[in-house]
């Protein structure tokens, strides 16, 4: 090798030394490099400051020196030279490990081989202090643990409602006491409301639904008022909104009423939300929160007494009428308890053979001399569970009273009404059997009438006693269909056999001429199902008419007769007789319809 080439070399190794060492000190962490015999052969200036190591004590070559300042100021000074111990026992491992300090200091340590070639030559150490990201960390730890206990305590204290995003009735309590406690003079409004039927959209359209229309409606409240009027959702389907220092209150009503007339559609349903408003404002008789919510909810219950959909004021005559239906109850409890309940009969008459072959028994209540509508006594029987009695009577009286008229021809039947309260009891097959058993009446001579109400809940229990008693031969009528929140559609899975068209329907027609494609296709899915058709409530020939004509099997209502009791009844149906005749063109008398 010439003195040249040499030179070369030198100079080339002295330029990557150079360009090592710069390496080593522009770096943020603090390098140590040992040879495979355990000694120091390099270091760079962020390991002396980091460590706080003197490079004099460096240059001298006293390793354990070095090695015992920097134990010293170490928590757990065993771990380290344990892990320095198992790295040196394999050469090739690479290692990551944090180091705790007695000042409380944090430095990350990673080593791993220094190699030449394929040959192991030494080992590389690096530090990084992490203390103040260690300190940060536990900062924002300490701060996410404390925003989660203010959280937790601002739930316990929470005045929304967690769906609709509205207040809630703690909120709606304080703000009317702060409101009521205000200057005086000061108008105060209180709107409560509920929405109408929320059961059934809940049991039709499930829960889900419910929920969404709960948030539309709460959503269109909002935008009917001012913002600092209060809006809160009290639970269930109950809202409820406190007005202070308005002009208006009943304009507010009003809005509130026509805002939810527009539908909304939730999973490709179209809902049609409906509400009763009550509305009571302060007075000088009413200046307390219990008061004025007593008297907001009273007008409520009036608003649903009078159909729903609308907004009352409240009226002191309310109160009247509701000492009125507390009166009413009493009576009808009273009655039941007298057994002054009746039963009248009202014919049905098949069209196709122009005769009676159906009786509906119908419950009646005397009251001073005064017969009570039905309309009226009825819900106060459902409200307080006297149905039960009521139905019970009704069906022992009919089968009593009608036994002989439904011996004398197997093709005729009585009808019952059977309520969701009475199903609900979970006897109604064993109740009618065994009074059909104890009167003689043959069970396939009995028809249960029910309202599309029962079948909301999706009720098993509903459904099997349904079940049971066709099994038994007794048939079952959907009564009033129409009127409540079921289709056609949904008739192919219920227990029924009969549909009996609501009144309301009937009373389209008026001249026999009109188009009517609801009633129509009423009809004809029905048949299309294998049920028999009955229309409730036929006042006219017109109506009567054009019934048989799109093929109605049976005809009810005062056109034929009116509800008659068992003495009345030989008359009822011979009137029946002869307005089925009429229909027929054909006066001629049929004796068997006579008892």
């Not at 198992?86 to 490990?97: F, K, N």
């Not at 509400?275 to 219950?301: C, N």
Request: proline share 4%; charged share 25%.
């Amino acid at each position: 090798m010439t003195i040249s080439t040499r030179s070369e070399e030198d100079a080339r190794l002295r330029e990557a030394m150079s360009l090592l060492a710069a390496t080593l000190e522009s770096t943020a962490d603090g390098i140590l490099v040992v040879s495979g015999d355990g000694r120091i052969t390099s270091v760079n200036n962020q390991f002396l400051a980091m460590w706080g190591v003197p490079r004099a004590l460096v240059d001298t070559g006293d390793d354990e020196a070095v090695m015992g300042f920097v134990l010293g100021q170490l928590a757990d000074p065993e771990a380290f030279l344990a892990k320095v111990t198992a790295l040196y026992a394999d050469p090739e491992a690479e290692s990551h490990d944090v180091l705790s300090f007695r000042d409380g200091r944090t430095f990350e340590r990673y080593s791993r081989p220094q190699k030449v070639g394929d040959r192991v030559a030494g080992r590389v150490w690096s530090f990084r202090d992490v203390s103040q990201a260690r300190r940060d960390q536990e900062r924002i730890t300490q701060a996410m643990a404390d925003l989660a206990a203010q959280a937790s305590q601002l739930r316990s204290l929470a005045f929304n409602d967690p769906l609709t995003g509205l207040s809630n009735r703690q909120l709606f309590n304080d703000q009317l006491a702060h409101a009521l406690a205000g200057p005086c003079g000061t108008a105060v409004d209180v709107l409560l409301l509920d929405l109408d039927d929320f059961k059934e959209v809940n049991d039709i359209h499930g829960h889900h639904a419910g929920d969404q229309m709960l948030i539309e409606v709460g959503r269109r409240l909002r935008a009917c008022v001012r913002p600092s009027d209060v809006v809160a959702r009290l639970g269930g389907d109950e809202f409820v909104v406190l007005m202070v220092g308005s002009l208006d209150a009943d304009a507010a009503a009003a809005r509130i009423v026509e805002s939810l007339k527009e539908p909304l559609w939730v999973d490709g349903s179209m809902l049609r939300p409906s509400l009763s408003l009550g509305l009571a404002s302060i007075s000088a008789d009413a200046t307390d929160a219990s008061e004025l919510l007593r008297r907001a909810d009273i007008a409520m219950y009036a608003a649903k007494a009078a159909g729903k959909n609308r907004y009352l004021r409240f009226q002191p005559e309310m109160m009247t009428a509701l000492l009125e239906r507390a009166d009413l109850e009493a009576g009808l409890r009273a009655a039941v308890e007298r057994g002054e309940i009746t039963v009248h009969y009202q014919p049905i008459v098949a069209a196709r053979l122009g005769r009676v072959v159906k009786v509906e028994a119908l419950a009646r209540w005397e009251r001073n001399g005064v017969l009570v509508p039905p309309q009226h006594f009825i819900p106060a029987a459902e409200r307080s569970g006297l149905v039960v009695e009521i139905g019970t009577e009704v069906l022992l009286r009919g089968c009593t009273e009608l036994q002989p008229w439904l011996a004398a021809d197997p093709a005729r039947s009585l009808a019952v009404n059977v309520s969701g309260v009475q199903l609900q009891q979970g006897n109604v097959p064993e109740l009618l059997l065994s009074t059909a058993a104890a009167c003689g009446v043959d069970p396939r001579q009995l028809v249960v009438e029910v309202t599309e109400s029962v079948f909301f809940d999706d009720d098993c229990q509903v459904h099997r006693q349904l079940v049971e008693l066709r099994g038994a031969g007794v048939r079952v009528a959907l009564d009033d269909f129409g009127t409540g929140y079921s289709s056609l559609g949904r008739l192919q899975d219920l227990p029924v056999d009969t549909l009996k068209i609501d009144k309301s329907f009937v009373q389209m027609i008026r001249t026999g001429t009109e188009h009517l494609p609801i009633l129509n296709c009423m009809i004809s899915m029905a048949h299309g199902l294998g049920l028999t058709v009955t229309a409730e409530g036929v006042e006219t020939l017109q109506q009567a008419r054009y019934l048989v004509e799109r093929g109605c099997d049976s005809l009810q209502g005062y056109m034929l007769s009116t509800p008659q009791p068992a003495a009345n009844l030989p008359a009822a149906l011979a009137l029946a007789e002869a307005a089925a005749a009429a229909l027929r063109g054909d006066t001629a008398p049929r004796r068997s319809l006579l008892l």
